[in-house]
């Protein structure tokens, strides 16, 4: 494989570090998924330039480098390797700066405090590194098997700062965590390092219970500017990191539409797709292909609490993949279990308009029940569900454009 500069991994599906090489002035930068059979021989024979390192090969490459760095041997994992002048390899560990700064911006205090680990790889090995030079107190590593695992976690119920290294809740298997956070009545913060969704279910239960919380994405970001700074040897501004962090989550969300039925959620949304050159999703319409009828057909020879797991069959399916427009149907929000889902990958916009505006057409519960005894019941959950609400009462293509200057960084 011909690979200038790259990320080795054995599943990269789910990975955001090509783009943000790209904006780290990298446009080389490319994933390398191998099998365990072939790390060797990539190592060895290879003609990369640098390339970071993740799951599961942290460890299995450093038998092939001539030389650690400090922090990699001290940490006994490697996240980059470079290539030296006399061509052998130069293991370093730039997720040391990573998790150091992602612990930073938190603003989640560890020092003195009982910090419970979650995983026992090579990422694991790093964070606790990370956690000891920052004076952390007590240090718990849970794994699967050992005399701290999933099956005693009692026995630290007061732990005061928990960090998920697993990958329990990344995309694709999305919607469930490595914990149960009511266990923890004393947690003060949680950090998971996965970036993909956005919200891990560990990190949407914190948020439920008033935790602060963090996620990886500037874990990775930061990493990245550490590595890319030795990859092709410059320096780049401490802010570069927010900078990155942000556009990436710009690029990579999703924006979900909600309100009221009639309140313009598709047209208002594909005028968005247009307008950024995404894929637009209307849930409706997807649920429609699903059953192969219609939703008023759904609702007559089903009901509505048929059509209403369909809707959240779907939406689990749609919501957990990245950079799309979705728009839902109205009733979305008054399912509570829809609100994970909903949350977890995207941005969520409250589409208004008046209700004199609504269109009630082709839509069995609007038709059935008055339009203020709906909005009544369903206004607070979007409200309470949304970081930004935008009234229709004009042009689909105008308010795409005030979508979009709203949430653009």
């Given at each position: ?12 599906s ?43 090969y942290k ?12 922090i990699?041997e ?24 990573g998790?150091l ?21 090579g ?13 952390a ?7 699967r ?23 329990v ?137 048929a ?9 689990c ?28 990958n995207?941005?969520?916009v ?38 930004l ?16 200057g709203?949430?653009?960084?």
């Open positions: 494989m011909n690979v200038s500069y790259g990320l080795l991994g054995e599943k990269l789910h990975s955001f570090s090509p783009l943000i090489h790209r904006l780290l002035d990298n446009p080389n930068y490319q994933l390398i998924p191998l099998p365990p059979d072939e790390v060797g021989n990539f190592l060895s024979n290879g003609t990369f330039q640098g390339i970071n390192v993740t799951v599961p460890k299995t490459v450093i038998p092939y480098c001539t030389q650690l760095s400090p990699a001290r940490i006994g994992s490697v996240n980059t390797i470079l290539r030296r002048p006399d061509g052998s390899l130069y293991g370093d560990n730039t997720d040391y700066d998790f700064y992602l612990v930073q911006k938190s603003q989640i205090s560890v020092a003195g405090k009982k910090v419970l680990i979650l995983g026992s790889g990422s694991s090995l790093t964070v606790k590194t990370v956690l000891t030079d920052l004076q107190g007590e240090i718990v590593v849970i794994s098997t050992g005399k701290d695992n999933y099956e005693n976690l009692h026995l630290h119920a007061d732990a005061q700062v928990i960090v998920n290294t697993t990958p809740g990344m995309y694709p298997n999305v919607g469930v965590a490595p914990i149960c956070l009511a266990q923890f009545p004393a947690c003060e913060g949680v950090i998971d390092i996965i970036y993909n969704p956005a919200a891990t279910q560990l990190l949407l239960d914190a948020k439920k219970m008033g935790i602060p919380y963090i996620n990886g994405l500037p874990m990775l970001v930061a990493q990245a500017k550490a590595a890319s700074e030795r990859f092709l040897n410059v320096a780049y501004p401490p802010q570069r990191i927010d900078e990155i962090t942000r556009l990436i989550e710009w690029e990579t969300k999703n924006i979900i539409l909600i309100g009221m039925p009639g309140c313009g959620k598709s047209a208002v949304g594909e005028a968005v797709a247009d307008f950024l050159h995404r894929p637009f999703v209307d849930l409706d319409k997807k649920i429609e292909e699903m059953c192969g009828c219609s939703i008023p057909e759904i609702f007559e020879q089903k009901g509505e609490e059509f209403r797991e369909y809707e959240h069959q779907v939406l399916d749609i919501a957990k993949r990245s950079g799309q427009i979705i728009a839902c149907g109205g009733g979305i929000v008054t399912k509570p279990e829809n609100h994970d889902p909903i949350l977890q995207s941005f969520v409250y589409l208004k308009r008046d209700l004199s505006q609504l269109a009630t057409e082709d839509r069995p519960i609007s038709q059935s029940v008055p339009l203020e005894k709906l909005y009544a019941q369903r206004a607070p959950l979007y409200e309470s569900l949304a970081q609400t935008i009234e229709n009462n004009t042009k689909p293509l105008y308010v795409a454009a005030k979508i979009v709203r949430l653009h960084p």
